[in-house]
Structures are given as structure tokens and as C-alpha cells.
């Protein structure tokens, strides 16, 4: 399967206990980067009081971005809590939940939703996070080596 997009968020600084903040993305998907006037990105990863839905797909976890609720958060393996899995419009996501919060986008996907999320707790989608993981390391060592030489 081809992964078209990957976000990784981190615990924001701020007040707010479900705010999560951009620090790396490979690709691009509109609905999830929603910026303000400072170019930040970030999202909310909490509770899901008010969506309203069929009883077999409500959720109790919501992501949503500066423009409302983005996705459900379904975690369909209790052995396995920290993978997930959401999706918007025809487009499915696969979500590792840890200290941060990483949401791979399969564009056009959401029909094979169900083999996808097999997959994914399978570990067939392990080699493409470990790819994406050290595409973050590599840029965090490049803010930090910029850092050092006075580059920012």
C-alpha cells in the first residue's frame, strides 16, 4: 500500500491537555494541515461528545484541527491500544498513538478501510513508520546542526 502523507505531532507546550503540534510531516493533506497566521499547525486529540452516528461507529475519541472535527479515532484491538485507525472524506488513516501522535493518510482508501487496519496490526505498515521516524530524526539533527552553526 502506498502511504501518501505522514504527520507527526508532539504534546503542545500550552495549556490545553489534547493539544497536539506539527513537528514533522512528509507530504501534504489539506483537511489535516490547517495552519493560523504564524504558519503553526497543530491538533486536538481528545474526547468525542457530539457525533452523532450509527452505535457501530461511534467513538470515543476524536481528532480535530482549526476547522472542526476531522475524524473518529476507532481502536479495534484492545491488545493492541496504541494503533488505530479514522478517515475523512474517501481518504484513510492509520494512527499510532503514543507520547505523540503519527496519522498516515491513504488517499482514496476508505473502501478497503477494514484490510487496511489488518494490516496495519499485523506490523505490514512497520518498515514505512520506521522510514518515516528516521525522516524526522534526520531533520531534527539538521534544525539542531543549523542551530549550532547559527543558521536560524
Given at each position: 500500500?502506498?502511504?501518501?502523507?505522514?504527520?507527526?505531532?508532539?504534546?503542545?507546550?500550552?495549556?490545553?491537555?489534547t493539544?497536539?503540534?506539527?513537528?514533522?510531516?512528509?507530504?501534504?493533506?489539506?483537511p489535516?494541515?490547517?495552519?493560523n497566521?504564524?504558519?503553526?499547525?497543530?491538533?486536538y486529540f481528545?474526547?468525542n461528545?457530539?457525533?452523532?452516528?450509527?452505535?457501530?461507529?461511534?467513538?470515543?475519541?476524536a481528532?480535530?484541527?482549526?476547522?472542526?472535527h476531522?475524524?473518529s479515532?476507532?481502536?479495534?484491538?484492545?491488545?493492541k491500544?496504541?494503533?488505530?485507525?479514522?478517515?475523512?472524506?474517501?481518504d484513510?488513516?492509520?494512527?499510532?498513538?503514543?507520547?505523540?501522535?503519527?496519522i498516515?493518510v491513504?488517499?482514496?482508501?476508505?473502501h478497503i478501510?477494514?484490510t487496511?487496519?489488518?494490516?496495519f496490526?499485523?506490523?505490514?505498515f512497520?518498515?514505512?513508520?520506521k522510514?518515516f521516524?528516521a525522516?524526522?530524526?534526520?531533520?531534527k539533527?539538521?534544525e539542531?546542526?543549523?542551530?549550532?552553526?547559527?543558521?536560524?
Amino acid at each position: 500500500m502506498n502511504i501518501d502523507t505522514y504527520y507527526r505531532f508532539e504534546k503542545s507546550n500550552t495549556k490545553s491537555k489534547t493539544r497536539y503540534d506539527l513537528v514533522f510531516n512528509k507530504g501534504y493533506y489539506e483537511p489535516l494541515h490547517q495552519t493560523n497566521k504564524n504558519d503553526e499547525c497543530w491538533i486536538y486529540f481528545g474526547n468525542n461528545p457530539h457525533i452523532k452516528t450509527r452505535d457501530e461507529r461511534k467513538s470515543d475519541i476524536a481528532i480535530s484541527t482549526r476547522a472542526g472535527h476531522l475524524t473518529s479515532v476507532f481502536i479495534p484491538d484492545i491488545d493492541k491500544p496504541n494503533l488505530a485507525y479514522g478517515d475523512f472524506g474517501n481518504d484513510a488513516f492509520l494512527i499510532v498513538i503514543n507520547v505523540n501522535i503519527e496519522i498516515m493518510v491513504l488517499k482514496g482508501q476508505k473502501h478497503i478501510q477494514t484490510t487496511l487496519n489488518n494490516l496495519f496490526l499485523d506490523g505490514e505498515f512497520d518498515e514505512d513508520l520506521k522510514e518515516f521516524r528516521a525522516l524526522f530524526t534526520a531533520s531534527k539533527q539538521t534544525e539542531l546542526n543549523m542551530v549550532n552553526l547559527g543558521g536560524k
